[in-house]
């Protein structure tokens, strides 16, 4: 997992990147949350569900950082993982209610036959 830096890659300068519409900069974020986000979620998430989850989790930090919000640019990872957490709390919420419908469902269901 990456804390403050991952090694090699200097956090403010993907974020200067990102701001600048620079295809690598888009690359190296999809690549960090892949790698740093990607065992988190799936250990949440049905494993087909990770990479949309993934992916609105990319789209919100990258428009975030293009909308000036990230305050701190050393804290991307912090960040992401903090917006991950609520892309699966969101889903699961969705899993609640579907199941919670289903089961309304199924007892009127029943309850008429």
Do not use: C, W
């Not at 065992?39 to 609105?56: E, F, M, S, T």
């Not at 789209?59 to 609520?86: H, K, P």
């Not at 419908?101 to 007892?107: H, I």
């Amino acid at each position: 997992m990456y804390g403050l830096e991952a090694p090699g890659i200097s956090f403010p300068q993907v974020v200067k990147l990102v701001q600048a519409g620079d295809a690598d900069g888009l690359s190296t974020v999809y690549d960090l949350l892949s790698r740093g986000l990607r065992p988190q979620i799936a250990r949440r998430v049905d494993h087909q569900d990770v990479p949309d989850i993934l992916h609105d989790v990319f789209l919100e930090v990258v428009s975030a950082i293009q909308q000036n919000q990230l305050r701190d640019a050393r804290r991307l990872m912090g960040f992401a993982r903090t917006i991950g957490r609520r892309k699966v709390a969101l889903y699961m919420g969705v899993l609640v209610r579907k199941r919670r419908d289903q089961d309304q469902f199924t007892a009127v269901f029943q309850h008429h036959h």
